[in-house]
């Protein structure tokens, strides 16, 4: 299948990358190794060596160098051979590694897997997940074994929450019958869901002034491709504005690995109980468990069910709550079908602004 | 491959369906939810919301109807969507889910997968299953990784029992030099088997007046479409006829899961020793332990090394003891053949008289 | 994919098929059942019965011959049906199995696979392997997930030792720098590395005079079609030649079991410490152990990175180390084309003479 190639996916959470390490990640498809430079900057070639193929992770790292581990070429971090031991020692022409562009921002380490040239512009501005203390903030990984739109449907349309998810996030019924707010841009689709509910979500509820009393709530999506789904959830009570109120700012990014298989990246920072370690060590981990035991079987039952990736070809029955997804799915074909046509490519400028 | 689509198949053991239960198994290559009515009536319907393509088995019922664990559409028996939380909760015209009519009889649930309607009277009569105690009678389902046709070409080719399996139901080599009165209709196959031996056949020994004395056996077969054989064994001593010897009423039929992957469920009426609850186990467990430990491995050893479920494409060496195993694949191949011409379809109504 | 029929394969170690023993391989994606008279010469058939395709590994043999599980139809040694039990027991024609023609060499059980006349000339002499006592000489299998040319690479450019292998075999860097004699002719390819280093290497040091001091070195390798390597490794020192130092003779030999998975024959016999079994045992562990614990794993990463088998469509960066390794695809591949052509075919007489 065809993926969005001149973009940022995330590669790896940055804890992901040891100072140490070679770390290597299958994405969109392609091995790719990732390593840190001795001041600690994160690169990303091909995890390969173009003269047998053998992975380079297998391999040890000199300095900021990459020592293939079946015939010792060595290789910088643009790719480039500098060593070779054998025979005269003359470095062929061909001897290059494909190199990947990386950044590393808000906790992860994105990648950009085009020929285009790499635009850090492109990226998304998630910088709230930055803001605050490092107690208030999780990132986390899971590998989920679905096609990466299934993940982007599951959380543009938030009105399954109620049906899949235990109390902790439970809206009490509220959901559903929103009809969401949905607004899409050149580059972005966006919905938002609003209403009040008595108690508080559970979550948020102890952190309010009236935990048993009716709160107002808002969720907010914000996707951009290829697979960013910036997600904001609200609370207060009274007169108080959301702003003043309680709540968190959440990304839910999807790489592909393979055609039905997923690297999916989760942050969460919260505006409230900064500071208590082992509540964030918790909610991250009911956030994991809700998206793994709870989303993972019926994601990986509609995988299997589907057979194909091809999801509207199933003629799939469409309703309200469908709106964001859908529209998501269609502008994403529309962006890959615009780079497969070679016109332009480079998923618009409009990228650097939508999200703000 | 093509399986004959307009005809009955067994789905499930009606104990395996539980009242409380939504049961879910993959027939003819789809996956198939069933459950049970508050009245007790199985129902069939695909299991696949037509929504986004959750798989229904893991959602709940709710009276008589089920809800996708998803997004908590509700569909009646009929398939028809009763109820959509979202939104106004208008009911999209396409928010239907195929469903499958079953007949439950003979200690089986069977399934209709085809496009015709279903015709209770294909279902040819096995109700000598049901004439006497159920300590007279067990039921057994066997998964086999290995196509459904090679299941019947092994029963309805018994002279492999001297071969494969052991002495309880040995023929001490009478078998294999019959070769079997072969009768074929438009719609069944019919072999039988007579022969001398002492002892007897040692399952039923002990229940002839003479246990270590010569005996007069039989072996029928009768294989009607799509993959039912009925199979009934006999032993009488002396003057005695047959029809007030001892003996055996059985049940195999298979029904594909994949097109390398098979259910065999299995039945067995015996005339003797009927109130005898821990014989009737026993029994039960013997006939399993054959299938499955002494024709399992063979089985899938030629499904392995066929590498293709095209039996003939591989140019057989046929001999006596295949007629009637080949005549049942050649009658089948002819009415999928014309099934999928359209030319009728049904499985012709001979079928109703052929098994009496 | 293609490969060279008209030539030997080892199927098996000597020892892998014991007196009583239906032992069965896939070879060349062919299922073969192999087993040994009773005056012990080994025979070879497909493990298939021409009837209903059963294995005939899970038969049993009676005197020279095989029975078959299923139905126990007999073969004998020719592959010629000589019993059938069945109804007047009449054998029918087509009643044959494949067989394929064996020589038994060297230790090693050797199957030609193609259609025309097995030549025992073409088997290439490894009779050294023979020449001393058994203390002397080593034999092993190993199975390996990975296309066999990729091990033939592996062995034809020994560059890879220091970069990949422990200090055992170590040549402390002198090995890359060089580049080998490489001399190819009509049916074999040859390549010689030749050194000096200090200590000498391990495995030979504690039998050389001098074990901490300099000594010259050198390794042979001579491959064969379809996939035989002759590996000879000497040491010497002063001026003793390499004839009167210590020195093992090695055959290295691979058999494609499917595209990507080769069954791996190891042989090695040493001039030195020739009547120490413990020492034996240790030194055919420690080469196996090298093998499947340091080239394993980077083979195995190769195959996976490649996708493929056909190394050359992914344009690999090609050095003086690969010379010999590349020669060696390239006069196979041609050697296939040719028979694939039907121009001739059999691996041409030269190869009686290469190895000598």
Known sequence: MAYLKNT?????LSTEVGADELFHRKILGTSVLMYRKQDGTAVAMRDRCPHRFAPLHLGKKIGDEIVCHYHALQ???SGQCTHNPHGEGNIPKAAKVQTFPLQERYGFIWIWMGDEAADPGLLPDYSPLDDGPPTGVGHTYMHMRANYELIIDNVMDLSHIDHVHGEIISTRGQLSPIVPQVRETENSVFARWEWKQTPPILVLAGFLPHPEKEARHFFDVTWMP??????????????TPFEQGVGAYDLH???????????????????????????????????????????GPIIYGVQEEMETTDFFSLNPVLMSNDVAAVRARRLLARLIAKEEEGAGGSAAPAARTAAA
């Not at 290829?226 to 007169?239: E, K, M, R, T």
């Not at 500071?275 to 809700?290: E, G, I, S, V």
Request: aromatic share 12%.
């Open 253 to 295: 990014t999807t790489t592909p690995e393979t055609e039905t298989s997923t690297h999916y990246f989760f942050a969460t920072r919260r505006n409230h109980n900064t500071h208590d370690a082992d509540f964030n060590a918790m909610k991250l981990q009911a956030m994991r468990d809700a998206f793994e035991k709870e989303d």
């Open 226 to 239: 290829p697979a960013n789904i910036q997600l904001s959830v609200g609370g207060a009570q009274g007169d």
């Open 8 to 12: 940022w996916y995330v590669a790896a």
């Open 75 to 77: 290789f910088d971090c």
